[in-house]
């Protein structure tokens, strides 16, 4: 089993749809969880950090389930701007491993 | 926020050749530094990673003396290709994490082309 798993879509939607996706893993004694959104032919940008409590910043909501060992993001009203791919990354070993999740795709389509 | 400055941005050589490329921290001091390939329409593939004084880990499948890694001091790191081929086309991005933090910063990447 891959030690990061996502669906690599593409997940195409049209503007202003609500599109969730999510990220499981195996280690469970991953520390840090985080979301990143990656452009093409750009470096990956922080998107949110996540928390067991979630963590929601504007139309963006994290969350992170332990007992089941994934991560989700939710995107409410998508945008135009949205369409990228979206990276989970585990960091664990005491912040020396960083695992990225290969990515989801998102399209949205006017 | 914290800056990390990767240059060159692309670079085309002649097979054979070695190619350098830095990732520098502006203003914070990474203990530990990640270099990553991703080919196209694929995933950042971690490399190796390397902290400040050390010998960098190289993932599984990571030809160390074909990917020379320099981390001589908290603010730079050095990602040499020796004898670069055409195989070794791809988009290399470094990042950056300074002591006891969480967040990566990441460079903005190196297009390597090797005719």
């Known amino acids: 089993r891959k030690e990061v798993e996502q669906d690599p879509g593409p997940f195409n939607v049209p503007e202003g749809a609500t599109v969730a996706f999510n990220c499981t893993y195996s280690?469970?004694?991953?520390?840090?969880f985080f979301w990143y959104r990656q452009d093409c032919r750009k470096e990956p940008k922080l998107l949110m950090s996540?928390?067991?409590s979630g963590n929601e910043d504007g139309r963006f909501t994290a969350q992170l389930n332990r007992a089941s060992q994934y991560i989700s993001l939710l995107i409410r009203d998508s945008k135009l701007s949205d369409s990228a791919t979206y990276l989970c990354?585990?960091?664990?070993?005491?912040?020396?491993?960083?695992?990225f999740g290969t990515g989801t795709k998102l399209q949205v389509i006017p | 926020g914290a800056v990390v400055s990767q240059h060159p941005s692309w670079v085309i050589c002649k097979s054979g050749t070695s190619v350098k490329i830095e990732c520098r921290s502006l203003?914070?001091?990474?203990?530990?530094m990640f270099w990553y390939r991703q080919f196209p329409k694929q995933s950042l593939m971690l490399m190796a990673t390397?902290?400040?004084?050390?010998?960098?880990?190289?993932e599984q499948g990571v030809e160390k003396d074909k990917f020379l890694i320099n981390h001589a001091s908290l603010t730079l790191s050095t990602l040499t290709v020796t004898s670069a081929h055409p195989e070794d086309s791809s988009f290399y991005i470094c990042?950056?994490?300074?002591?006891?933090?969480?967040?990566?910063?990441f460079g903005s990447g190196t297009q390597l082309s090797v005719l």
């Open positions: 990042s950056a994490r300074e002591a006891r933090g969480e967040k990566l910063f």
């Open positions: 280690n469970s004694a991953s520390q840090s």
């Open positions: 996540v928390y067991s």
């Open positions: 990354v585990l960091h664990s070993g005491g912040y020396q491993k960083v695992t």
């Open positions: 203003d914070f001091q990474a203990t530990t």
């Open positions: 390397s902290n400040e004084g050390s010998k960098a880990t190289y």
